[in-house]
């Protein structure tokens, strides 16, 4: 079983920063393609960010151009860099490999707000 630990949230204002963390509990993140879903509040977990082993990534088009996923194999670790946050961006975070998903992590909260 693998056990995934996301951080990097909090509170921006909107047009900030905030970079993403996802680490695993063991070092096969390296095998799999990965990505970054998130849930706003009533709404249905989607996915934002993919990155394939190769390091090819794909976007949802609200977040082109100012996301960025990618994945330091060494360090068992995947990112997600946030620029120019909107409030729409306000969700928990969460990452996870691509289909089939493993267990769920507990997220990490992202507030875009004034």
């Known amino acids: 079983q693998v056990q995934l630990v996301e951080s990097g949230g909090g509170l921006v204002q909107p047009g900030g920063s905030l970079r993403l963390s996802c680490a695993a509990s063991?070092?096969?993140?390296?095998?799999?393609?990965m990505a970054w879903y998130r849930q706003a509040p009533g709404k249905q977990r989607e996915l934002v960010a993919g990155?394939?082993?190769?390091?090819?990534?794909n976007y949802v088009d609200s977040v082109k151009g100012r996301f960025t996923i990618s994945r330091d194999n060494a360090k068992n670790t995947v990112y997600l860099q946030m620029n120019s946050l909107k409030p729409e961006d306000t969700a928990v975070y969460y990452c996870?490999?691509?289909?089939?998903?493993?267990?769920w992590g507990q997220g990490t909260q992202v507030t875009v707000s004034s």
């Open positions: 063991r070092s096969i993140l390296i095998i799999y393609d």
């Open positions: 990155i394939t082993t190769g390091g090819i990534t």
């Open positions: 996870n490999r691509q289909k089939p998903f493993w267990a």
